[in-house]
């Protein structure tokens, strides 16, 4: 059963435009969200959270939207960069068991010239 | 500074050999973490150590044994490994487990290949 579904596995971008990499999540307990990013034989990178108690965190390029009624949230990069090239992961934990991420299976992005 | 280091970064064993996995971070965070990745797969928890105490095992055959010496440090024993161990192994630290959720910083990886 997959509570966390990241249904593009691949995404093609031109440099300086909008990339947008959307996830959904099952469980209804999910209360905290986070974005990761992997570059091959690296560990992933924290990117951006948001919190159910939001539906807009920003930092700098990156913005991350939450729905909940829809139990989805979006990632959105502008401009996006060359090296913003990589794997984007969507993570999802509930507040009583926050030590337990559930990912989603990723995302590759990339970012052409 | 979130910065998560862990060693060797590469590793090649026998199905005999005893080896172990070390993972550091000074960010007093009381939260560490190992993940296994495969290859095109998101990374899968092992084991949680909350305040220096083994908090969460993933029903993890005993043949990874995991030490949490203090709370900077965490070790991943290794022993009687199998093929299809071989996968990125990560190790994450995050400010605590309890209450509000706190993000999880992870490591590089060892990349660990069992012959």
């Known amino acids: 059963d997959q509570q966390v579904k990241q249904n593009s596995p691949s995404l093609s971008v031109q440099e300086g435009r909008i990339s947008i990499l959307n996830c959904d999540y099952t469980n209804s307990m999910f209360d905290y969200f986070l974005w990761y990013k992997k570059y091959p034989a690296e560990g992933p990178t924290f990117l951006i959270s948001?919190?159910?108690?939001?539906d807009k965190n920003e930092d700098g390029r990156f913005t991350v939207f939450l729905n909940k009624s829809a139990k989805h949230l979006s990632l959105h990069i502008v401009p996006s960069q060359p090296g913003d090239s990589a794997v984007y992961f969507c993570a999802a934990s509930s507040g009583g068991s926050n030590y337990k991420l559930t990912f989603g299976k990723g995302t590759l992005l990339t970012v052409n010239p | 500074d979130t910065e998560v280091t862990q060693t060797p970064k590469h590793l090649v064993m026998g199905m005999t050999n005893k080896k172990s996995l070390k993972c550091e971070q000074h960010m007093g965070h009381r939260a560490m973490y190992w993940y296994k990745q495969k290859a095109k797969k998101p990374p899968e928890l092992m084991f949680v150590y909350s305040y220096e105490k083994l908090s969460i095992n993933e029903s993890v055959p005993s043949r990874f044994s995991p030490e949490c010496p203090n709370s900077s440090l965490l070790n991943l024993h290794l022993h009687a490994l199998q093929p299809e161990d071989s996968a990125l192994y990560l190790c994450a630290s995050s400010r605590g487990t309890s209450g509000i959720s706190y993000e999880q910083y992870f490591g590089p990886g060892t990349r660990l290949t069992v012959t």
């Open positions: 948001i919190s159910s108690i939001k």
